[in-house]
């Protein structure tokens, strides 16, 4: 079945220095840097919505994923997280229609959200994603992501 992507969401950038990569993109862009407590997965994460753009960096110590990528590949484009019109549609065309295995699915309430963004409230109240294998995708990971006001 068909779905249509509404845009590219944003683009994810791993980063050796995540506060250094958001000022200069602050100055470049414009727009608030929100950080995610993103401690679990071993990175610190920020994300500038109103530029498009997600910061990845990996904690000192921690080995993951970002690690690993920022090691082999240095820092560069990680991913990229496409708005569909229908986020069930698009994950069931992944994963039904393409046999793509989703790495992590995400279905967060405001509630949860206020807990993702500590210090700063993001500009929606639901935010539903889905993140597929960048192996199966040409070594970029691509995500499905989808805003609810």
């Known amino acids: 079945m068909n ?4 845009k590219i969401q ?8 995540i506060d250094k990569a958001m000022k200069f993109y602050t100055t ?4 608030t840097f929100y950080e995610t407590d993103s ?3 071993g990175v610190r994460c920020a994300i500038n919505f109103g530029a498009g753009m997600e910061l990845l960096s ?3 110590g921690c080995d993951s994923e ?7 590949r240095g820092e560069c484009l990680m991913g990229v997280v496409y708005e569909p019109e229908d986020i069930e549609q698009a994950r069931s065309n992944a994963e ?3 046999g793509l295995k989703p790495l992590t699915t995400m279905d967060s309430s405001e509630e949860q959200l206020v807990h993702l963004f500590p210090g700063k409230v993001p500009p929606f ?8 294998n960048p192996s199966e995708l040409n070594n970029v990971k691509l995500l499905f992501g989808e805003y609810h006001e």
């Open 39 to 41: 401690k679990a997965y």
């Open 28 to 31: 470049l862009l414009g727009g």
């Open 3 to 6: 779905n249509r992507m509404k």
């Open 66 to 72: 970002s690690k690993r990528w920022l090691d082999t």
């Open 125 to 132: 109240k639901k935010y539903m994603q889905s993140f597929y």
């Open 96 to 98: 039904k229609e393409l």
């Open 58 to 60: 990996p904690l000192p």
């Open 10 to 17: 944003r683009i994810i950038l791993v980063v050796h220095d």
